[in-house]
């Protein structure tokens, strides 16, 4: 039997220090932090998450102050919210939840916002820190990914790790921040050649392609541990109900892992944690206080 790796437990309790730390905050300094979700359209899963990460910052006390702008903004409309939001002194963070409609320039947008308020991490400032390897804020996924694998005392120094997966927001600062930890990287994607052989020679395989069960059991080393970042949703043929599944069929990988990461209740809540943490990163940051 695998380790479950409960993100949904470490979550909670890097909450419930937030809390604690908000409320002080509150109290010293006369504000909250504010957190700024920049949502365009309708998107039914990126409104879940909105709401998700909206209904989180209100547990710990941080000040939503999110904008939800029609399907057809132009780039210009965008763009002016993002610089309001840059110029209010309430907002510590900022996020423009992607994916944005198609008729925008995402990367122009998130090249507008604030390094210092990106609390994303993936303004080129931001990023061009991971790389360097310098203190900056860091893409919520990977980082919680990281936390996680520290709270279990995952060892990670010349291990190998693959990362399934090259996108800006999860595989590539990812790929970076494992690097960061002294782990041997490979980075793979869908024009890999032999990937179940480069899935099979990880320590640490971390799946995020977006592909519901696409990592089986013949894909994964003996004890190795396996991070789920997939958010799937499929229809179940028998029932016909909907559900949320993962990239990796856990029910054939988790006896074959030393330890894995659930859907739901692993990488997900700790992206949440960690968008709070950054909030407050940037809070302290700003105000000139000691975190
Ligand atoms: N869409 C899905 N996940 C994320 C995320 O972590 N950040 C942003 N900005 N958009 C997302």
């Avoid at 991971?130 to 709270?151: D, F, K, N, Y």
């Amino acid at each position: 039997m695998a380790q479950l790796l409960d993100g949904k437990a470490l979550a909670k309790q890097i909450q419930a220090d937030c809390l604690t730390k908000v409320q002080s905050w509150q109290v010293r300094y006369g504000r909250a932090p504010g957190l700024a979700v920049l949502m365009v359209g309708d998107n039914p899963a990126s409104a879940a998450y909105v709401r998700n990460k909206e209904r989180a910052c209100q547990q710990v006390g941080i000040a939503s102050l999110g904008k939800h702008l029609p399907t057809e903004s132009t780039q210009a409309e965008v763009a002016q919210e993002i610089a309001a939001l840059n110029q209010n002194s309430d907002v510590d963070g900022i996020l423009v939840q992607l994916p944005l409609p198609p008729h925008l320039d995402a990367t122009a947008l998130l090249n507008l916002i604030d390094p210092d308020k990106d609390v994303d991490g993936l303004h080129p400032t931001n990023l061009g820190r991971l790389v360097r390897g310098e203190a900056g804020l860091r893409s919520c996924t990977p980082a919680g990914i990281m936390r996680l694998l520290a709270a279990y005392g995952i060892d990670l120094a010349g291990k190998k790790a693959v990362v399934l997966g090259r996108s800006i927001l999860v595989g590539k600062p990812m790929g970076l921040m494992l690097l960061g930890a002294d782990a041997t990287v490979v980075m793979a994607h869908s024009k890999s050649q032999s990937l179940a052989e480069l899935t099979r020679s990880a320590d640490i395989l971390v799946a995020a392609v977006g592909i519901a069960n696409f990592i089986n059991a013949p894909m994964v080393k003996l004890g190795a541990t396996v991070i789920d970042v997939g958010i799937n949703r499929v229809t179940d043929s028998e029932t016909g109900q909907s559900r949320l599944v993962g990239d990796v069929d856990f029910a054939a990988v988790e006896p074959v892992a030393g330890a894995i990461t659930p859907v739901p209740g692993g990488v997900g809540p700790m992206t949440v944690a960690m968008l709070i943490e950054n909030t407050m990163v940037s809070y302290c940051d700003r105000l000139q206080i000691s975190r």
